[in-house]
């Protein structure tokens, strides 16, 4: 699972053993604390993150577990500095993460690795290490309409 910040491009990855409702709030309940550290060491007091910190909007595809009310209602009680937004069905070519999807999977496709560990190691070294370089400007398809990612 993971997302891009759109004002500076930094991309933010964690690897789910399986795609629930219980590890996507996991993974935001982690991502919210590496934000709240981030304003923290901006010099800023943690107690000051919830109401003067950064609103994040989050833009998420369709799944099901991103739209189970029940963790919606804990994300919004727990984190209330993230707006969830749910992109229209099958439009990919909204979300700015799919391009680095896109280039990802250029970039392992067609290769064998030796265990999921080994995989799990290139795609943490592109993803979260900047291993992976992107050409933002490149235009991703969606059904033969053609959309620019910024």
């Known amino acids: 699972m993971g997302g891009v910040r759109y004002s500076d491009k930094k991309r933010w990855v964690d690897f789910i ?6 590890n996507f709030y996991l993974v935001l309940a982690t991502f919210y604390e590496d934000l ?10 943690a107690e000051d993150f919830k109401e003067k910190g950064c609103k994040i909007v ?20 727990e984190m209330p500095n993230l707006i969830i937004e749910l ?5 990919p070519d909204y979300n700015l993460v799919e391009l ?6 250029e970039y392992i496709a067609n290769r064998l690795f030796e265990s ?34 910024v």
């Open 100 to 105: 680095v999807w896109h280039s990802t999977k």
């Open 116 to 149: 999921i560990e080994k995989l799990e190691l290139v795609l943490n070294n592109l993803l979260n290490e900047e291993g992976l370089i992107m050409k933002w400007d490149r235009k991703l398809k969606n059904k033969g309409n053609a959309v620019n990612v």
């Open 58 to 77: 989050m833009i998420l595809d369709n799944a099901s577990f991103h739209k189970k009310e029940e963790i919606l209602q804990k994300i919004a009680s």
């Open 87 to 91: 992109l229209p069905p099958y439009s």
């Open 36 to 45: 709240k550290q981030e304003w923290i060491e901006a010099g800023n007091l």
């Open 17 to 22: 053993p399986t795609g629930n409702s219980v």
